[in-house]
């Protein structure tokens, strides 16, 4: 996929738009792509079987989805949930800021094509098949979609640009601060998560019980584990255990546990996956939620009825 770009980019600027001119551009463009694989990967020619099994294997699975909770139905319906994240995840925390700024991406789209079709075609070639072929597997781990965020914002940041000329004379200020705040509300969001990776876990006791007494009219189950922890840290707390709080997940209509202590199965990929998260934000736990850190994670009734919580040893 990779090559693709250069081999359309050969192509089009063939001396002469012929067959056989463009067929040696590009047979010689990918040769030497290969050969430079080679000299880079020396894996693959000292140990080929490996190399081969290897790969094989893996896209088995892509293609089977034997991942378990990363498994999703291929076709349409992956497509959908790369659409969810592109649009609604990648650009921002928020999903309304991360709308907005995707919105943008098919402005720029539109303004790259009229400029230079050859341009957008080359720059375009690679995203369009990339997504096109993951959209046909049966697993959907978010990391490979991060190769289509460079793309992206570039697109975006060429449709604000496109689109900014068209505003009134009197709106193309407050057009201009939206997009740089929208940058520094972003950035203040990757220094705070940074800075939540290195709090103690007990410190998300607190506000973890904050939201239970702020919701009184709900029960709320605690696993064994962290009903446990949280006992053993009740002297930092300015009020006793909620009583909302139990030990029956019988009749909970919210379930809490550690993703650190509790070996989950949430099947499926999506949006807004746990009601509440507590804890560092390293990660987004609704796509990768066998993340094993000491998060505090909160579930509906209906989520533990479909789930498997298995606690672990400690």
Not at 149 to 162: I, K
Not at 228 to 249: G, I, K, W
Request: one cysteine or more; aromatic letters at 12%; hydrophobic letters at 50%.
């Amino acid at each position: 996929l990779l090559l693709l770009p250069l081999a359309v980019a050969a192509g089009l600027t063939a001396p002469r738009y012929t067959l056989p001119t463009i067929a040696r551009r590009v047979i010689g463009l990918w040769f030497v792509a290969a050969l430079t694989f080679l000299i880079t990967t020396p894996g693959a020619v000292l140990a080929p079987g490996t190399f081969v099994d290897d790969v094989t294997e893996m896209m088995g699975k892509y293609d089977a989805g034997t991942e378990g909770r990363y498994g999703v139905t291929a076709g349409p319906l992956h497509l959908l949930r790369m659409g969810e994240y592109l649009g609604l995840v990648l650009f921002s925390r928020w999903d309304a800021l991360a709308l907005v700024l995707a919105l943008a991406v098919p402005v720029g789209l539109v303004a790259l094509v009229r400029e230079d079709w050859r341009v957008s075609l080359v720059y375009l070639c690679f995203p369009a098949v990339y997504v096109i072929y993951f959209s046909t597997q049966s697993l959907m781990i978010v990391r490979n979609l991060l190769v289509l965020a460079p793309f992206m914002a570039v697109l975006a940041a060429r449709g604000f640009g496109w689109l900014l000329p068209y505003a009134p004379s009197r709106w193309q200020p407050a057009a201009a601060g939206f997009v740089a705040l929208a940058l520094v509300t972003n950035a203040s969001w990757l220094a705070y998560a940074s800075h939540t990776i290195h709090i103690r876990p007990s410190l998300y006791y607190t506000p973890y019980l904050e939201y239970v007494r702020a919701t009184p009219e709900e029960t709320f189950y605690a696993s064994s584990r962290l009903w446990d922890d949280l006992n053993q840290h009740e002297d930092t707390y300015d009020e006793p255990l909620p009583a909302n709080l139990v030990q029956d997940d019988g009749t909970a209509d919210r379930v809490a546990f550690e993703l650190f202590d509790v070996r989950t199965s949430l099947p499926g990929v999506y949006r807004n996956k746990f009601v509440r998260v507590f804890g560092p934000q390293e990660v987004n736990l609704d796509y990768y939620d066998t993340w094993r850190e000491s998060h505090v994670v909160v579930i509906s009734r209906k989520q533990m009825e479909g789930a498997l919580l298995k606690e672990l040893p400690r």
